[in-house]
DNA sequence: ATAATAATCGTGTATATACACTAAAATAAC
DNA sequence: GTTATTTTAGTGTATATACACGATTATTAT
């Protein structure tokens, strides 16, 4: 990922995809000393504010594939971080924060303030609201 | 990731992750009927590009992480579309599209037009350039 | 020519992603 | 109350992603 020279495709969707990975890396790389990824602070974090929650109402909110956030929440169960208080045999799972969790997210938050500090630092408070437009249409399009 | 209602978080790397799903979600369905993923579409048209080119300088053009690169072979080296032609013994791989390959191209190459002119169509030319300048923006911060 | 350095490549491991499929629980119809 | 339907959840399988690590080839220095 430390090509120069860096240039647009020809392809909306490889543009798309490569700064998708490119921002992933740098929020990565921010939530690092908190050992989680992106993905998974935004998981907790949708999860502290949706409390208690299915597996299904998060995924539609999230917006991932639901059998993907049911693999994702794996790693952050083992780690504590979030437990089901469902009552056993029943269907609907009630997703909680564990206390761990809740502490987790407070760290993780000032290192994701920084993240977003550096990337609207660079762009610009206008062009951050464009990019905001432009991805949601292309959001929508999707079935 | 059929919810409806869909809205933009405050986080800028959610945003541009969901859209980045939301475009490959779009764009592998045009090329379904070819048996390809947009990724692998890439892979192939980069390799035909270059060839006969390393697993290191492939990596580099397509700006993928270059131990991502060698399993995303894999599945196009099964399927007889990518081959590499360098000596045993050496060290550098020369990868070239296969006969195979080449056709696969030129019909996935139909497909992905219809999805390009999808996006542009709902983008309209204007937007587009705009986000295909913004996104770079966001590419060039990455380490 | 040999030793040191750099470039190139692959694997182990772990997470992320989604489609097809199955199973179980909850709800609605009757 | 039982049956039918819908909702909810999980697994099997396959691809995608990248970090840490190790191994081999290629290049450079001496």
Chains 1, 2 share one sequence.
Not at 8 to 31: F, W
Not at 96 to 121: D, F, M, S
Request: glycine share 2%.
């Amino acid at each position: 990922m430390k090509t120069e020279n860096k240039k647009s495709s020809v392809c909306n969707c490889l543009n798309l995809r490569r700064a998708s990975l490119a921002i992933t890396e740098i929020y990565d790389h921010y939530l690092a000393p908190c050992q989680l990824s992106v993905s998974q602070f935004s998981i907790l974090k949708h999860t502290h504010a949706m409390e208690p929650v299915s597996v299904s109402e998060l995924a539609a909110e999230i917006r991932l594939d639901r059998t993907t956030l049911v693999r994702n929440l794996k790693p952050l169960e083992r780690q504590g971080l979030i437990h089901d208080i469902a009552p056993p045999g029943t269907r609907n799972r009630q997703l909680c924060l564990t206390a761990a969790g809740r502490e987790r997210i407070e760290q993780a938050n000032a290192y994701w303030e920084l993240a977003q500090k550096r990337i609207e630092a660079q762009l610009g408070q206008e062009d951050t609201k464009t990019l905001q437009a432009l991805l949601l249409k292309i959001e929508v399009l999707a079935p």
